[in-house]
């Protein structure tokens, strides 16, 4: 396990830095003992979408962030590192293929979806956040889908403080796979031109190195001739 991982395991807990297991007790809610104390803007759904409320400014909101292709989440962390998720945008289910009922239940369903290789770049991440390191970071990684494709994604994060113990996670995570495919590509043919060029190289020395023996036999050839030739009187 790594050095990551371990202290992830520590501050959240083993299932959810592995990303596999039960769900923790009382999942995706807050326990009345819990230290964050201020409450959230707005009045939100238990499916964690926000509702909307009279005709305020408030109310458009719910709309605004089902119309946009990133997803937005909210997060809240306590003191002792018990993370219970407030809101996930519809927009996951484009991402992911899965409803954002799905994820609420705990960190564990997000880490379950994440590409093996690519899980120790999310758990540095978190482990940042979570022990305070960074206010605000950002990591790239692969997700599955729920038809089994990956996607790319890009995962930032920021940290607001609204009591003295715990705080909360926003974030946004962008949909980067058409990018980072391109991104392969590119990287692919500069690979391939390289190789070329290597080839290239290759030719023109053993060609340089075929035409300098042709040079030295022709040379001992007439070197060869001219000594075989009776001297003049």
């Not at 950002?138 to 790319?152: H, K, M, N, P």
Request: net charge negative; hydrophobic share 40%.
């Amino acid at each position: 396990q790594s050095d990551a991982a371990a202290v992830l395991a520590d501050k959240i807990g083993p299932t959810v830095a592995s990303g596999s297991g039960d769900p923790p007790a009382s999942p995706g809610e807050m326990t009345p003992t819990d230290p964050i104390d201020a409450e959230p803007a707005g009045d939100w759904s238990a499916g964690g979408r926000p509702a909307a409320a009279g005709s305020g400014p408030d109310a458009a909101l719910p709309y605004i962030l089902e119309s946009i292709a990133e997803c937005v989440w909210s997060a809240e962390v306590t003191a002792t590192g018990q993370i219970s998720y407030r809101y996930y945008s519809p927009a996951i289910e484009r991402i992911t293929g899965r409803a954002a009922d799905f994820f609420m239940v705990g960190p564990e369903r997000w880490l379950s979806i994440v590409h093996p290789a690519d899980r120790p770049v999310l758990e540095a991440a978190m482990v940042r956040i979570v022990t305070g390191q960074l206010d605000r970071d950002a990591a790239e990684y692969r997700v599955t889908r729920l038809d089994g494709t990956s996607a790319w994604v890009r995962d930032s994060v920021v940290v607001s403080r609204p009591g003295p113990a715990g705080f909360r996670l926003h974030g946004v995570v962008h949909d980067i796979t058409e990018a980072k495919q391109a991104e392969i590509s590119r990287q692919a043919d500069e690979e391939r031109l390289r190789q070329a060029q290597a080839e290239v190289t290759q030719h023109r020395s053993t060609l340089a190195h075929a035409l300098r023996v042709r040079s030295l036999g022709e040379m001992a050839a007439a070197l060869a001739h001219e000594l075989n030739q009776p001297l003049a009187a």
